[in-house]
Nanobody, 116 residues
Framework: QVQFVESGGGLVQPGNSLRLSCTAS????????MDWFRQAPGKEREFVAT????????NYAESVRERFTIYRDNTKNMVYLQMNSLKPEDTAVYYC?????????WGQGTQVTVSS
């Protein structure tokens, strides 16, 4: 079955960096776009970044553009989110997602806390 497992979250000080990873299984990873979303306490889940099937096209939410980078390794069935210059408002649970066979599939999420 389709499965996503995120990792790499943690507590980090403002201005520092963190890299999130998402390992995918149960489908042909190299054929599908992958997304990162996040959900802060008391807020709705929001789009962060997306990457197309071969990694050539990316797009970002305005709030993270120039600070975050999404990339993928199709040989490892993994997608990453490099987060630089982190801010307290980046604190959230981060999820990877893909729409496969017209159905959205989500990972369980990884917590990122940005605080001094």
């Amino acid at each position: 079955q389709v499965q996503f497992v995120e990792s790499g979250g943690g507590l980090v000080q403002p201005g520092n960096s963190l890299r999130l990873s998402c390992t995918a299984s149960g489908f042909t990873f190299s054929m599908y776009a992958m997304d990162w979303f996040r959900q802060a306490p008391g807020k709705e889940r929001e789009f962060v970044a997306t990457i197309n099937y071969n990694g050539e096209i990316t797009n970002y939410a305005e709030s993270v553009r120039e600070r975050f980078t999404i990339y993928r390794d199709n040989t490892k069935n993994m997608v990453y989110l490099q987060m630089n210059s982190l801010k307290p408002e980046d604190t959230a649970v981060y999820y990877c997602r893909s729409i496969i066979w017209q159905q959205p599939y989500w990972g369980q999420g990884t917590q990122v806390t940005v605080s001094s």
